[in-house]
């Protein structure tokens, strides 16, 4: 990965006389000496590489040339005997590709330092807020500390100009993002072959997870979304507690994480190894209109014009399972959209003034029906990479049509048996 053209991107976009301030992030304390999974902020792994607590970066355009500086945790042999080796120097800079490294407990007064001698006139802060009701995140808080003390200086959002760099894709991240899928597939796989009626949700769950762990993903990409039955008419269900019965149906939402790069895939299987007809006809809509959407997407659509072909054919299919009588109605069964960025986030940013595709966005193409009085959900998800003249599917060797599916899973079970 080359960190250094992705900041020099961030930078071009940065007037003269503006600071950019970058934290990664600190733990958060849960209960006594119990902290939550440390997650780094993903612009600073953007644009860093590195993924480690109590780190920043400054990138200074009030001088000329423009300087770039990381600071880390200086070592501490005590500490470390009990929680880990941190990040030296020479690591850092080795990942980084930034040559100006500093200990964290000096960057106030660096900062301190930069106001007082630079011309600097507005300072960059990541205060991105996905929702008013969020808790402020550790870069919002240190962007309010700094406003406080330095009253006469504007403090402005960094968040839009990394996103506009980290929609479109180099070849490094496509191919973490192909590694990612692989062994997705893998886990799904095993999932197939060890469904059957009785089994716990948790169970299906765990078929899919422990290959991925063994295989060399370093986590899930979310939280594992196994809903059987009624279950999988509900759009994030987490539970995954429930007994898989006999004729259901199981929905799996789900992916792998390799180096910081997520799949994103939904597959819906039969329990029992078996669609019956009703199931299949609903299946085969999705299905339709997941293959019309990555054979439609390519760039200079936007992700609205996808989902208006994704309803078109849902409804028509809706219609003649005599479901709904008007197009109009399809959000009674259909009620998200069928795509989005994917990337270090797996629902990755976006910025609103470049929302038509490019060569090199990653997308979800996941279509759904939830239909409650069948007890029937199905959604399935693929992820789509945007070329210079349609799309890829990346996900294209995840089995997805009910007779592929029914024929690997007899397969497993006869291999099972010993026939």
């Not at 000096?106 to 630079?118: C, F, H, S």
């Not at 402005?156 to 191919?175: H, I, Y």
């Amino acid at each position: 990965m080359n960190y250094q053209v992705r900041r020099e991107a961030v930078l071009d976009q940065m007037s003269k006389g503006t600071m950019a301030v970058l934290y990664s992030g600190i733990e958060v304390h849960v209960s006594a000496d119990s902290y939550a999974p440390f997650e780094a902020n993903r612009n600073f792994f953007y644009l860093t590489g590195l993924r480690r607590e109590n780190m920043a970066i400054v990138m200074d355009k009030a001088t000329e040339p423009y300087t770039v500086t990381l600071f880390i945790e200086k070592a501490d042999p005590d500490a470390e005997r009990w929680y880990g080796r941190k990040v030296t120097a020479e690591e850092a800079g080795e990942i980084s590709g930034i040559k100006d490294i500093q200990f964290i407990d000096d960057l106030d007064a660096v900062i301190d330092r930069k106001m007082v001698r630079e011309d600097i006139v507005e300072v960059l802060f990541d205060t991105y807020r996905h929702s008013q009701n969020d808790q402020p995140d550790y870069n919002s808080v240190k962007a309010k500390e700094f406003a406080e003390k330095y009253v006469g200086c504007p403090v402005r959002n960094l968040f839009p100009l990394v996103a506009a760099g980290r929609m479109w894709k180099d070849e490094d991240e496509v191919s973490m993002t192909r590694e990612a899928i692989r062994l997705t597939r893998e886990g799904l796989e095993n999932v197939m072959a060890g469904l059957q009626p009785g089994m716990k949700e948790y169970q299906a769950q765990a078929d899919f997870e422990y290959p991925i762990f063994r295989n060399g993903a370093e986590g899930t990409a979310f939280p594992t979304i196994a809903g059987s039955g009624l279950n999988g008419t509900m759009l994030h269900y987490e539970t995954n507690r429930d007994t898989c019965e006999d004729g259901t149906l199981i929905l799996l939402d789900l992916g792998a994480r390799v180096e910081g790069y997520n799949a994103d895939i939904t597959r819906t299987y039969p329990v029992n190894g078996k669609y019956s007809e009703r199931q299949k006809q609903v299946y085969d809509i999705v299905l339709a209109a997941n293959r019309r959407v990555a054979a439609e997407a390519k760039p200079g659509m936007t992700l609205k014009d996808l989902n208006e072909i994704c309803k078109e054919v849902l409804a028509e299919g809706l219609i003649g399972l005599g479901l709904i009588s008007d197009a109009k109605e399809v959000s009674k069964y259909y009620m998200h959209n069928v795509s989005h960025h994917l990337g270090i986030d797996v629902h990755d940013v976006t910025v609103a003034a470049q929302n038509k595709l490019q060569p090199g966005a990653i997308i979800t193409d996941e279509p759904g029906l939830y239909i409650d009085e069948w007890e029937i959900g199905i959604r399935i998800e693929d992820d789509l990479l945007i070329t210079d003249t349609g799309a890829e599917c990346l996900s294209e060797e995840i089995i997805r049509t009910t007779e592929k599916i029914e024929a690997f899973m007899a397969a497993k079970r006869d291999n099972k048996q010993g026939r």
